[in-house]
T-cell receptor
């Protein structure tokens, strides 16, 4: 079956430091990967959408300078949160899609900033 | 973005059949109706999707109104494991893995 793994599952970083999170697609080719953040208030925000052979498209309020994303092949994507501050805390989700019509999600990386 | 409207919460008892409504009055012709559910500390889990016809799978039955302006996710014989926040989402064709989540509807299941 199609699965998406995210790691680390949870991480704590000091304010002003950076952390990298990874997303691995298993059982399908992830031609499209979207990164989301779910805040402590439970709202979802789309950060960016990465599609193979296309430029990564960032949503308003999110930039490549703050959230650089790499999507080097059809099974892997990573995103870094640079200079993390309190407002960056939350559950970061990776949603990947290949030839299916549904998007498969990982269990998320929970970021705590202290 | 196209919007959906769901109740904030619904309550049920184990063994009941639950009907989760979703209104999407401004749906476009190329938009699919997707349902995902999420339990605490986990990523969203795909439940089902449809375009025009009713669909069924091992998890749920999706009833889509003939005008497509509303849909109902039907969960037969719910168990405690079905307790989750259920998201009704519209996804246009060709948008890859981009989904616009709202707050969803929190389903509580009592023993």
């Amino acid at each position: 079956g199609a699965l998406v793994y995210q790691y680390p599952r949870r991480t704590i970083c000091k304010s002003g430091t950076s952390m990298r999170m990874e997303c691995q697609a298993v059982g399908f080719q992830a031609t499209s990967v979207a990164w989301y953040r779910q805040s402590p208030q439970k709202t979802f925000e789309l950060i960016a959408l990465s599609t193979v052979n296309s430029a990564i498209k960032y949503e308003q309020n999110f930039t490549q300078e703050k959230f650089p994303i790499s999507h080097p092949n059809l099974s892997f994507s990573s995103m870094t949160v640079l200079n993390a501050y309190l407002e960056d805390r939350g559950l970061y989700l990776c949603g990947a899609r290949g030839g299916h019509t549904e998007v498969f999600f990982g269990k998320g990386t929970r970021l705590t900033v202290v | 973005d196209a919007k959906t409207t769901q109740p904030d919460s619904m309550e049920s008892t184990e063994g009941e059949t639950v009907h989760l409504p979703c209104s999407h009055a401004t749906i476009s012709g190329n938009e699919y109706i997707y349902w995902y559910r999420q339990v605490p500390l986990q990523g969203p889990e795909y439940v089902t999707h449809g375009l025009q016809q009713n669909t069924t799978n091992s998890m749920a039955f999706l009833a889509i109104a003939s005008d497509r302006k509303s849909s109902t996710l039907i969960l037969p014989h719910v168990s405690l494991r079905d307790a989750a926040v259920y998201h009704c989402i519209l996804r246009p064709q060709g948008t890859g893995s981009k989904l616009s989540f709202g707050k969803g509807a929190k389903l509580t299941v009592s023993p």
